[in-house]
């Protein structure tokens, strides 16, 4: 079946301007995750969903970053006003009922 | 809180060498425990897995067994292969806590001919 998909897979944005990040999971499955991976920070958790609502949101890095999941699948990444430091690759991942998680190829966000 | 750490490397070895990636990890409770690699230019994909004290998760050729008393999660190929150079992530789900995965930095790993 289907794996988890993300789009843009790469996003070049400059500096101030928002950004939308897609997330779809693998169907059926209620969580669903989004992580940073970046060369100095290695993978940081940023939020959880389980189906629409978000019971952890602790590694959000700032008031910048939010986050939406609608209908229990796809969720999207917002990130107002970016930032250099806000350039790495962002990882989506989905799991049912807490069992391992599957992660989606990324996006890559550069930030000029 | 949860943490993981695991040898960063780089890691460089011949092909049929022996490899040995260490992990160790702190956490309340019985925390399930994970491998993944990312292969150049890939996402993150699920190696191996380890639910409970003493299971061993394997694929591959890798293994990893949990022991609950070193709090540790080696990951293990007897003879490795070009195709296994990637990058390797311990990591670590607390159930009760926060569902995150915690992860360790990874270990990068070159296999040459």
């Known amino acids: 079946g289907a794996g988890v998909s993300q789009s843009p897979s790469n996003k070049v944005t400059e500096k101030g301007k928002d950004v939308e990040l897609r997330c779809d999971p693998i169907s059926g499955h209620t969580a669903l995750y989004w992580y940073r991976q970046s060369l100095g920070q290695g993978l940081e958790f940023l939020i959880y969903f389980q189906g629409n609502s978000a019971p952890d949101k602790s590694g959000l890095p700032s008031d910048r970053f939010s986050a939406e999941r609608t209908g229990g699948s796809v969720s999207t990444l917002t990130i107002q006003r970016t930032q250099q430091e806000d350039s790495a690759v962002y990882l989506c991942a989905s799991s049912y009922r807490g069992r391992e998680q599957y992660f989606g190829p990324g996006t890559r966000l550069t930030v000029t | 809180g949860d943490s993981v750490t695991q040898m960063e490397g780089p890691v460089t070895l011949s092909e049929e060498a022996c490899l040995t990636i260490?992990?160790?990890?702190?956490?309340?409770?019985?925390?399930?425990l994970f491998w993944y690699v990312q292969y150049p230019g890939e996402g993150l994909q699920l190696l191996l897995k380890a639910t409970k004290a003493d299971d061993k998760g394997s694929n591959k050729g890798f293994e990893a067994t949990y022991r609950k008393e070193t709090t540790s999660f080696h990951l293990e190929k007897g003879s490795v292969q070009v195709s296994d150079s990637a990058v390797y992530f311990c990591?670590?789900?607390?159930?009760?806590?926060?569902?995150?995965?915690?992860f360790g930095k990874g270990t990068k790993l070159t296999v040459n001919p």
């Open positions: 990591a670590l789900w607390a159930q009760g806590g926060s569902e995150k995965l915690v």
């Open positions: 260490n992990c160790t990890y702190t956490a309340t409770g019985y925390p399930s």
